[in-house]
Nanobody, 119 residues
Framework: QVQLVESGGGLVQAGGSLRLSCAAS????????MGWFRQAPGKEREFVAG????????TYADSVKGRFTISRDNAKSTVALQMNSLKPEDTAVYYC????????????WGQGTQVTVSS
């Protein structure tokens, strides 16, 4: 079992930055690929960024490439999402997720943290 708790959301002006953090519990965290997703009002949840268990491989949605950076610290069981040059369209609830391998896709999810970007 893995429990995920996000933090760091808030209100920021367009062009600003925020850093989201996800704290994980569970001894097997370091073996799981991790990801960040977001869901805007009236829209489906979408993939934002992913990182391999070692941190050596990262992937990004085209909409955030060059602006967002995902990272992890396995010693501290945390995953971060640094968001720069934020745009109003980045407004959403952001979720941290883990992929344990029991099923296809991500199977552990946090409760989400709200990010609001004002124009």
């Amino acid at each position: 079992q893995v429990q995920l708790v996000e933090s760091g959301g808030g209100l920021v002006q367009a062009g600003g930055s925020l850093r989201l953090s996800c704290a994980a519990s569970g001894r097997t965290f370091s073996s799981y690929p991790m990801g960040w997703f977001r869901q805007a009002p009236g829209k489906e949840r979408e993939f934002v960024a992913g990182i391999s268990w070692s941190g050596g491989v990262t992937t990004y949605a085209d909409s955030v490439k060059g602006r967002f950076t995902i990272s992890r610290d396995n010693a501290k069981s945390t995953v971060a999402l640094q968001m720069n040059s934020l745009k109003p369209e980045d407004t959403a609830v952001y979720y941290c997720a883990a992929r344990s391998g029991r099923i296809a896709g991500y199977d552990y999810w946090g409760q989400g943290t709200q990010v609001t970007v004002s124009s």
